[in-house]
């Protein structure tokens, strides 16, 4: 597999992660998984994120599951792997593991203990140093997940200080500005080129992100085609046709977004699309009500029309 590198652009797939009913694993379902997201013409996948429910591994779970998804990848499109850690020691461990077994990279996001700005900039300089000099890593910035917000000036530090950070997944919102801004230092010369995929719930900015020069997008949706498209459309210069295709699912997008379901929500359509098996999520997690699973089932209907209609 080959590294990621500041060149990177499409659809990377924030991927879930099947379980069975009792909780346990759904190899199964990975591989049916992860052949429907490449059949959809994701770039690349991510796995072990947030949505990946990527806390509630065991270690041994974690290698299980990125090994399985690695195996059916299969060099096909690269794999990057939140190795975000409470100290440096595990982050080490699963990241030789995993780039061991043939991940493009790995994803770190701060933790909440850092707050000020010299301190968050001190921490990715150790982030730096214990991935080592031949591993690429992504700088996940999601301050509603972490807790921490990293202003423009110190995200522009910390790509500077980091020559192994070759991307920069942008979750921040409202953070259409600082996109722009970390765009024109590019374009002025005062940071090397980055990749800048963005993951604002969904894609939910996807068509403004990309015209404010975002690279594509590292987030999940039930319905991974429809970045696919509206990244294939803006490329094109179809504009648009982009925002056409974007707003067809904005509906869906827009409830399987809500805090606290949103996960209940992807894998309950991911199942009723026959990707995985179950919809389980493991405990603490949400369960959709019957109210929920009606909204679901008429939005996904009107989904289907406004589709048709756009042809």
């Keep these: ?15 879930v992660t099947p379980f069975t009913e009792d909780g346990a694993l759904d190899l199964a379902s990975t591989d049916r998984m992860v ?16 949505m990946g429910e990527a806390t509630k591994l065991t270690a041994e779970e974690s290698r299980t599951f990125v090994k399985q998804v690695l195996a059916r990848a299969a ?10 850690a409470a100290g440096f020691a595990p982050m080490k461990e699963l990241t030789q593991s995993v ?3 043939g991940a493009a990279g790995v994803m770190v996001a701060p933790p909440s203990t850092v707050r000020t700005d010299d301190q968050i900039v001190a921490y990715f300089e150790m982030v730096s ?6 591993v690429p890593w992504v700088l996940q910035d999601h301050p509603v997940s972490t807790g921490v917000q990293m202003a423009t000036n110190v995200i522009l530090r910390i790509l500077k ?4 950070c070759v991307m920069l997944k942008h979750e921040d919102c409202p953070g259409l500005a600082k ?8 374009t002025k010369g005062e940071l090397n080129r980055i990749s800048i995929l963005t993951g604002n719930g969904g894609g939910l900015f996807l068509p403004e992100e990309l015209s404010r020069g975002a690279d594509g997008a590292m987030t999940g949706f039930a319905y991974p085609e429809m970045m696919v498209e509206v990244c294939k459309a803006h490329a094109a210069g179809k504009v648009e046709r982009a925002h056409d295709i974007f707003d067809a699912y904005l509906p869906l997008a827009r409830y399987e977004q809500q805090p606290g379901i949103g996960l209940a929500v992807r894998k309950h359509i991911m199942a009723q699309r026959g990707v995985i098996a179950s919809a389980a999520i493991r405990k603490p ?5 019957p109210a929920d699973v009606a909204d679901i089932e008429r939005l996904t209907q009107r989904q289907v029309k406004r589709l048709a209609e756009l042809g």
């Design 1 to 15: 597999m080959n590294k990621l590198d500041r060149t990177a652009k499409g659809v990377y797939l924030i991927a």
């Design 35 to 50: 052949d429907f997201y490449l059949d959809c013409g994701v770039t690349g996948l991510t796995i072990l994120g947030i």
């Design 75 to 84: 060099g096909r499109v690269p794999v990057v792997v939140g190795a975000s």
């Design 99 to 101: 780039m061991a077994m």
């Design 129 to 134: 140093e214990t991935l080592g000099k031949d």
């Design 161 to 164: 200080n980091s020559p192994t």
């Design 179 to 186: 996109l722009s801004a970390i765009r024109t230092a590019i």
């Design 285 to 289: 997690g949400p369960k959709l009500s």
